[in-house]
């Protein structure tokens, strides 16, 4: 389903799939953790690298794209987005950091798929096919960006881990 996916861009031509350099305008990626406690806040001065960079494999728990004990980096382009994310709840801390990027990466941006058109033909033998796979990358944008409520979590991530 991901074959060719560098097809789907934007209007001004803003592809899904792209690589961000450091030196790009985009190359900040912001992360947002909700703190329990002063322990923690503690602990977040102490090693904020530590603290608010993934965790390591053996305390990495089940999101949205990994299983338990796959460590992966969920950031954002802004801060508010991670604190959307993280869905506080009233009188909740959290903290926010910024990280830098020293090598490219390349990333999938789903936002992209919001208005993204094809150029296949309607007279392309490859048209359903293209069709096909634009309507499975809106639903699984879709899945992976509506809420799941804390306690539906492990059932919930399932669909989008696989």
């Known amino acids: 389903m991901f074959e060719d ?58 999101g949205r794209m990994n299983p338990a004990g796959i460590s992966i980096f969920y950031g954002a382009f802004d801060a508010e987005t991670c604190l959307a994310e993280i869905r506080l709840p ?34 392309d033998p490859a048209f359903d096919h293209v069709s096909e796979q634009w309507a499975f990358l809106s639903h699984f944008h879709d899945e992976i960006g509506h809420p799941i409520l804390e306690h539906e979590e492990v059932l919930e991530f399932i669909p989008t881990q696989v």
Do not use: W
């Not at 909700?34 to 494999?57: C, E, H, K, W, Y």
């Not at 009233?90 to 490219?104: D, K």
């Open 5 to 62: 996916i560098e097809r789907f861009q934007t209007p001004d031509a803003k592809p899904c799939i792209r690589t961000i350099s450091p030196s790009d305008a985009e190359s900040t990626l912001y992360r947002a953790r909700r703190i329990f406690g002063t322990s923690m806040i503690l602990q977040v001065i102490d090693a904020p690298a530590f603290v608010m960079g993934p965790p390591p494999n053996h305390l990495a728990t089940a």
């Open 90 to 123: 009233v009188g909740a801390t959290a903290f926010t950091a910024s990280f830098q990027l020293v090598r490219p990466i390349t990333v999938l941006d789903f936002t992209v798929l919001d208005n993204a058109v094809h150029r296949v033909s309607l007279l």
